[in-house]
């Protein structure tokens, strides 16, 4: 069986691979969605699931709550230390090519083949 990955790794892993975010942006991401998951651990589950089987739809839908829930970090000033909500704006997922676009760039695979 293969180790539990972090709550929207594979989003974080694609932002990093689109060369516009910096790498403190990632880490943060990463203590943003840890937060998340320790909060909300259906999400993290349907996570897993949902990377297993590398559906896109479903990580945009998981990528949604999270977001709802850091919001809600935000109104009650539980978030990490020097972290913001997130605003992924000109983010968009192709989900015919399991892929992640800033804007009308290229695309980054959300499952990159090893």
């Not at 809600?72 to 676009?101: M, Q």
């Amino acid at each position: 069986m293969s180790p539990k990955r972090p709550l929207l790794e594979s989003f974080v892993r694609a932002i990093e691979a689109l060369d516009h975010y910096s790498p403190l942006y990632a880490a943060k991401l990463r203590e943003l969605f840890a937060v998340v998951g320790k909060r909300r651990p259906d999400l993290l589950e349907r996570y897993q699931f949902a990377e297993r089987g590398e559906r896109s739809v479903e990580i945009e839908r998981i990528l949604n709550e999270a977001l709802s829930e850091v919001h809600l970090l935000d109104r009650e000033g539980k978030l990490p230390k020097d972290s913001g909500v997130p605003y992924f704006g000109s983010l968009r997922f192709n989900h015919a090519t399991r892929s992640l676009h800033l804007g009308h760039s290229r695309g980054v695979a959300l499952f990159p083949r090893s």
